[in-house]
């Protein structure tokens, strides 16, 4: 079945680095863009960061623009999240979604598949 | 950057109550606004897509409208399994997601 898999979570003290995983199965990873989402304790969604389908193109959140890189391995069919200069801010359950169609690009459309979340907590 | 702002932040309904949620966004949005149902310690669910368009799988109780600046979640007959927060979410420029609006049990 259709599933997307978080792993990388934990706890890292303020100003170090983190990197998430997103393991995709079940579909033709290579033809989606994918998103990064997060989630801080008690509060709303905050989309992070997408990247196309082939990893060309890549935008960002502004509260993350240059500290977080997304990048993804087709032929290993995972996406990631390097998180660098970590806030405390920054701690939030990270979900990685799927757009509902494979579209070139980055479609301007819903997630209709998500991973269950890993959890990142920035304290010292 | 494109503000989505949902009213009411919270609400309370009974089990066969018929509920609207308010989505508005900063600037035109088209059509491009997203429905979604979370429930505690679960990744979010995606309800209706394109502001009127039901996924798959989702119940027709649930439906969705507007376009432009503002739109609206309806629930036709609130089920047991409805009570969860809403988030409505733009695709029209980058992505940004309304505050949420949590549905309680009357």
Wanted: proline share 4%; with cysteine; glycine share 10%.
């Amino acid at each position: 079945q259709v599933q997307l898999v978080e792993s990388g979570g934990g706890v890292v003290q303020p100003g170090r680095s983190l990197r998430l995983s997103c393991a995709a199965s079940g579909f033709t990873f290579s033809s989606y863009a994918m998103h990064w989402v997060r989630q801080a304790p008690g509060k709303g969604l905050e989309w992070v960061a997408v990247i196309s389908y082939d990893g060309s193109n890549k935008y960002y959140a502004d509260s993350v623009k240059g500290r977080f890189t997304i990048s993804r391995d087709n032929s290993k069919n995972t996406l990631y999240l390097q998180m660098n200069s970590l806030r405390a801010e920054d701690t939030a359950v990270y979900y990685c979604a799927r757009p509902r169609g494979p579209v070139r690009g980055v479609p301007n459309d819903a997630f209709d598949i998500w991973g269950q979340g890993t959890m990142v907590t920035v304290s010292s | 950057d494109i503000q989505m702002t949902q009213s009411p932040s919270s609400l309370s309904a009974s089990v066969g109550d018929r509920v609207t949620i308010t989505c508005r966004a900063s600037q035109s949005i088209s059509s491009y606004l997203n429905w979604y149902q979370q429930k505690p310690g679960k990744a979010p669910k995606l309800l209706i897509y394109a502001a009127s368009s039901l996924q798959s799988g989702v119940p027709s109780r649930f439906s969705g409208s507007g376009s432009g600046t503002d739109f609206t979640l309806t629930i036709s007959s609130l089920q047991p399994e409805d009570f969860a927060t809403y988030y409505c979410q733009q695709s029209y420029s980058t992505f940004t997601f309304g505050q949420g609006t949590r549905l309680e049990i009357k």
